[in-house]
């Protein structure tokens, strides 16, 4: 976890000197400079992408004089900026705080909190101790807009996850593990290299039938992997006969839980192991506490899902051809990155369909024009270009690439990008379609490792 810097308290006098006023304001002036270059790219790159938008969809979106503005077209667009701006960016949460070394404290007494747990009413065993505490006031009271934010994408993903963990059993509640995997980010990625929202790593995911290979990466399959999830802790709990050491196990593995209850001399529940269990795994049990009951209780804190864009409604469809999404774009006139969020296991935005039956997902709204679109004309439209056979040949060879998103930080160029992730500027260009070298904060570009 990150730790906090520690804070230096410095009682020299009473009032500030003239260089710290100086200071004060030379950073404050900094800042919002900063602020507002990055307000100025935001609005450079809507402008370079309406200006990017072909003729024929531009008459097809454009709205009437009689309508209010509003089409299903323009929501799509502002999905794609909400995307590009949010849905990849890193969830701070407890990673802010030494959750081994703070304690926490709310307006909220423990008798009202330890009333509250009970009220649950969950599948699971919930104790309520200081470690649990420090965790249900972390996510209900320390960081409201990271958690409305989680609620806005909860409304999309929940549904999803709670059919596949009742198909096989599982206790509904454990659809807030999604919360701690991965910040209900589809194109995850952790350090160790487990991707996607349920955040498996290569060998699990295969062992759990997920596809991985040069064109997709069903890890990042939302469904899917929901799916394998369920079928894994199933399994876990089979093992242990506990769901908190069943979702203990899903975090670390269920070598390191058999290593802890050896060292608990054989006792089987997560406080008596707790101390054996590995550091990261320790917080594990007590943060997806933490989110449930902040989500059960988000009323009493003032916290509302936010408005994140997802789509209400999609529809999916039958793919059978070899289909690029530049294809649909411009034949069918869904934005990129809309289809981009919506399909994130296809790695090289191209769906296999050739090799068998794959699945494309696509807002509600965009369901009629997909199916009114001539399947010719949409199937052809530049496929000498996007899906010749020597494209396809070196994703082939290029033995299942991975592929990550990196978000623009603040100093970034596509030199610094490049070198960090060893690869060179003219991929970087390559795979982000980039027509410039020029970047925004808050970009989303894609990486081929």
């Not at 309406?50 to 299903?72: F, L, N, W």
């Not at 454990?174 to 990625?189: D, F």
């Not at 089979?238 to 802890?260: E, H, M, P, Q, R």
């Not at 199916?371 to 949409?378: T, V, Y």
Request: hydrophobic residues 40%.
């Amino acid at each position: 976890m990150k730790k906090f810097l520690p804070f230096f308290l410095l009682l020299l006098v009473a009032v500030p000197s003239v260089a710290q006023n100086k200071k004060a304001l030379k950073a404050e002036n900094e800042s919002l400079k900063a602020e507002l270059a990055a307000l100025q790219a935001k609005l450079d790159s809507l402008r370079q992408e309406r200006k990017e938008v072909p003729v024929q969809e531009t008459i097809q979106t454009q709205p009437s004089s009689e309508d209010s503005g509003y089409s299903a077209e323009l929501s799509d667009s502002l999905i794609d900026v909400w995307y590009k701006m949010h849905l990849s960016s890193d969830f701070v949460g407890s990673n802010e705080y030494d959750m081994d070394a703070v304690h926490f404290t709310s307006n909220v007494s423990d008798e009202e909190l330890m009333r509250r747990l009970s009220a649950m009413n969950a599948y699971i065993t919930i104790p309520f101790n200081e470690t649990v505490k420090n965790y249900m006031i972390l996510y209900s009271e320390k960081m409201p807009r990271h958690m409305q934010q989680m609620m806005g994408r909860s409304i999309y993903y929940f549904p999803i996850f709670e059919e596949k963990l009742a198909k096989y059993g599982v206790p509904l509640e454990l659809k807030y593990m999604s919360i701690i995997e991965s910040n209900l980010n589809p194109v995850a990625e952790s350090k160790a290299g487990a991707m996607g929202i349920w955040q498996f790593m290569y060998r699990t995911g295969k062992l759990y039938g997920l596809k991985i290979n040069s064109f997709m990466d069903e890890r990042l399959d939302v469904e899917k992997s929901a799916d394998a999830a369920a079928r894994y802790l199933r399994d876990a709990y089979n093992v242990f006969g506990d769901w908190n050491l069943a979702i203990s196990a899903y975090n670390c593995g269920s070598g390191n839980v058999n290593k802890a209850i050896k060292r608990a001399g054989g006792k089987m529940d997560f406080w008596s192991i707790y101390p054996y269990l590995p550091h990261e795994t320790r917080g594990y049990v007590p943060a997806f506490i933490g989110a449930m009951y902040a989500f059960h209780y988000a009323r009493e804190y003032g916290l509302k899902p936010a408005d994140v864009g997802m789509p209400a409604k999609v529809d999916t469809f039958e793919i059978r051809r070899n289909l690029h999404f530049k294809q649909i774009n411009e034949v069918v006139g869904v934005p990129l990155e809309t289809v981009k969020m919506l399909n994130p296991q296809y790695t090289h935005d191209i769906i296999p369909g050739k090799d068998g039956t794959c699945i494309l997902t696509l807002p509600y709204s965009w369901t009629g024009p997909f199916i009114g679109a001539n399947q010719d004309s949409l199937y052809l439209h530049r496929a000498p270009e996007l899906l010749n056979a020597q494209i396809l040949k070196n994703i082939e060879e290029s033995g299942g690439e991975t592929r990550i998103a990196y978000k623009v930080k603040e100093g970034d160029y596509l030199g610094r990008i490049a070198q960090k992730n060893h690869c060179t500027v003219a991929q970087l260009k390559k795979w982000n379609h980039l027509r410039s070298d020029r970047l925004r904060i808050g970009q989303i570009l894609y990486i081929y490792r």
